[in-house]
RNA sequence: CGGGGCGUAGUGUAACGGUAGCAUUCAUGCUUUGGGAGCAUGCGGUCCGAGUUCAAAUCUCGGCGCCCCGACCA
């Protein structure tokens, strides 16, 4: 029993047998799934739709949303964020200290009754509960500026899910806030942002095409920002300026837009895009509503002035995993990918060599810390590299008697399909 | 929330109102081993409820679920 359990243990966490993998690949994708990213994540076992816009995140898919968590997060920790997590049962009394609570004025909620009597809301954003506690930190301009983040489960009752994972009831998002002195202080920060956010898409891969795009602001704003990515499948439209970097949504496209932006209509070229990151300045008007003040110098109570700032991870996901594919499967960014390389052996009638081989460089490979899925799978080579194909990881090393007899690995690059015999040092030296 | 479409093994698909079939997955055995192999055997299904009918996967009504277009997305 001890014996069986021990076989089964899991390695290290950079690395991983397929055969201790409980997902499988599917052929096909189930039919009531339209959306590329969905197809392509539910084949090959990153995800699982639990209701219509509810997806678990298997051990592959919480491999990449990790990773990209990460980049975020080293992101928004290097511009001062502090990491925490707020709560998903919220106070109805706190959103009705904003007039938020009714279902007319946000109409995403979900709500649910304690068995003591009372009603709570399931977190469908957290800027109020966070600035409420905040109260209880703030008090003078020496505790300033605070900048925040989480990453949470978002729960939103959307009449109309869609869209694969980019649309979601229920959706991990970072969101951080600030609370600033004032606007100069919260500018600053807010444009600190801006850079913090295109870093993270270009380590996501998307940073050429994605653009800080002008919005329509919200409640407290004539404007907000939003980041939007070119991609197909993409819910917005707008109008960009390639040379100049400047970014439109359509729907705040009018001749007084224009005007500031000092751009002509016809200098704007039309594109879809998908949202993958949306900044807020709320001003002091959250911080009047729930009486979140600092005492300035002389002792005046001041208002905070508050910015939101959001990324949807899971929706990231789902759009680096359409956007980055081919009719063979995914081809995840490196730095997303749930494993560096995929490291699959060709065992054929004798090929008790073969295995030794691969499961000697599966152990070098985890001991140098490179992250190695192993398809140590008794399978026909065919299916093994089409799952393989599927499954999009970077770059795949083949072990086979065919290698061995040259004394030589087989590297396949996922992206281009250019393979090569490489040394095992060679190797080394590419990753 | 308006409009449209669809619910049949785990997955993908057939079946005039008359024996629910095929493929795949899965299990077992043999063969096979560089691009989702072959043969054989086996397990497994009509979303739920009511109605019409001698008889319902099929027709009617209601419910539930799923997808798409639009609206919405602070």
């Not at 080293?74 to 990491?83: K, N, V």
């Not at 904003?98 to 977190?123: A, H, I, M, P, Y």
């Not at 600033?180 to 942002?193: G, I, Q």
């Amino acid at each position: 029993m001890v014996a069986i359990f021990l076989s089964r243990a899991a390695p290290k966490k950079s690395a991983m047998k397929q055969s201790h993998l409980f997902t499988k690949t599917r052929k096909e994708a189930p039919t009531d799934e339209v959306a590329q990213n969905a197809k392509l994540l539910i084949r090959a076992g990153y995800i699982h739709k639990e209701m219509a816009g509810v997806y678990a995140y298997l051990p592959l898919g919480l491999r990449v949303q990790n990773k990209i968590k990460q980049i975020v997060r080293e992101e928004m920790d290097a511009i001062g964020g502090q990491e925490l997590i707020m709560t998903a049962l919220q106070s109805k009394e706190l959103w009705e200290k904003t007039k938020r609570w009714s279902d007319e004025v946000v109409d995403v909620w979900f709500k649910t009754n304690l068995k003591t009597g009372g009603e709570v809301g399931l977190g469908w954003s957290h800027e109020e509960p966070i600035a409420e506690m905040m109260k209880g930190y703030i008090s003078s301009f020496r505790d300033l500026p605070i900048f925040v983040y989480q990453f949470q489960t978002k729960l939103r009752n959307e009449v109309r899910a869609k869209s694969g994972i980019l649309r979601g009831r229920e959706f991990v998002m970072k969101d951080m806030y600030s609370f600033c002195l004032d606007e100069a202080d919260h500018t600053a920060f807010y444009n600190r942002t801006i850079d913090a956010y295109m870093r993270v898409y270009h380590r996501l891969g998307i940073g050429e095409d994605t653009f800080v795009t002008f919005a329509a602001g919200g409640a407290f704003t004539k404007f907000s920002h939003e980041f939007q990515t070119i991609a197909e499948t993409g819910e917005d439209v707008i109008y960009i300026h390639r040379a100049k970097k400047i970014a439109v949504n359509k729907e705040v496209l009018n001749d007084e837009t224009l005007k500031n932006l000092g751009v002509s209509r016809s200098e704007l070229e039309e594109v879809k895009t998908a949202e993958v990151g949306n900044i807020f300045n709320f001003g002091t008007q959250k911080s009047e509503d729930l009486g979140l003040s600092y005492k300035n110098e002389k002792g005046e109570a001041i208002p905070v002035w508050m910015g939101s700032y959001g990324i949807g991870i899971t929706r990231v996901m789902g759009l680096l995993a359409e956007k980055f594919s081919d009719e063979k499967g995914i081809v995840w960014p490196e730095s997303v990918a749930p494993f560096r390389v995929h490291l699959v052996s060709i065992v054929g009638a004798n090929g008790e060599a073969v295995k030794k081989e691969a499961e000697k460089l599966y152990q070098t490979l985890t001991d140098k810390g490179i992250e190695v899925l192993y398809d140590d799978r008794d399978l026909r080579p065919g299916e093994k590299f089409a799952d393989s194909d599927l499954i999009g990881i970077p770059t795949r090393v083949v072990i086979s008697e065919k290698t061995m007899k040259e004394g030589k690995l087989e590297i396949k690059d996922r992206k281009t399909g250019t393979v090569s015999m490489l040394s095992e040092s060679d190797l080394f030296k590419l990753l």
